[in-house]
Structures are given as structure tokens and as C-alpha cells.
């Protein structure tokens, strides 16, 4: 699942760039680093529902969306908004634009990337939960 969605977020970023050549060489390698950050993050997820699963002895679909949708709601509501904080090619709210080219920040909910990001967020997150706690068998 995590393997998917970064391929298409690879693919997405590599199709919807309209920098210059420097640039698109240093976005390249933030698509691939930033591919691998999550591939990483989403194993160690799997891990964490993997022991919220053992520790509840209880592992099902509607529970893995749950967990997923906590997941999301704080990724959107919490993590997102900062950031801007310690992302160095991202711009703030609080700040000015100044002459180096910067990402938008994301906003509440990641509002700023548009409508459907928060929607979309929140159903990739539920499928990802309901997928890890369809198929965890737990031990015995």
C-alpha cells in the first residue's frame, strides 16, 4: 500500500513540475528522498498497529480504518501545520515571500493544496488501517 501511494506521488511530482533545470534536479532528488522517508514511515506504522493489534488482541478491518483515521486527523491537524517550521524550501504563514522560490504551506487540514487534499487523506489513511488490520493474524 505504502509502495502504491509513493509511486503515484513520484509520479504525480514528476509530470507537475514547472521549475527550472537546477531546480528539477534538487526537486528530483527531494521526490526520491522524500519517497523513501515515507516507504520508511509506513513500515513503521505497520509495526506500531501491528502491536496495537496484539496488545487490544483484537485485529479487524474496522479497527485498522480507525486507527488510520486518528493517524490522518493528525497528520492533517497537527503535523502538517509545522512544517513549514522545519522544512527548509517551505514557506511560512507568519512570513513574508522573500527571493528563493518556495512551496506553499500547507494550512489547516492542508486546505492550501486544495479541497480534496484533506479527503483524500483521510481515505488513503482508512484504507491503509483497514487493509493492516484485515490481513494481521495475531499470534498465538
Do not use: K
Request: with cysteine; proline share 6%; net charge positive.
Amino acid at each position: 500500500m505504502t509502495l502504491c501511494v509513493n509511486s503515484c506521488a513520484l509520479i504525480f511530482n514528476e509530470y507537475h513540475d514547472g521549475s527550472n533545470d537546477s531546480a528539477r534536479a534538487n526537486r528530483g532528488r527531494a521526490s526520491v528522498w522524500g519517497f523513501v522517508i515515507h516507504m520508511v514511515n509506513g513500515w513503521l506504522f505497520a509495526l506500531v498497529y501491528g502491536l496495537a493489534f496484539e496488545n487490544l488482541r483484537l485485529a479487524t478491518w474496522w479497527l485498522g480504518a480507525l486507527f488510520g483515521l486518528a493517524q490522518a486527523l493528525f497528520v492533517l491537524v497537527a503535523l502538517l501545520p509545522i512544517f513549514p517550521y522545519f522544512h527548509p524550501r517551505m514557506a511560512s504563514e507568519t512570513f513574508g515571500p522573500n527571493p528563493t522560490r518556495q512551496l506553499e504551506p500547507p494550512g489547516f487540514m492542508a486546505l492550501n493544496y486544495g479541497r480534496a487534499t484533506p479527503a483524500i487523506t483521510i481515505a488513503a489513511h482508512l484504507l491503509y488501517g483497514a487493509i493492516l488490520g484485515g490481513f494481521y493474524t495475531l499470534a498465538r
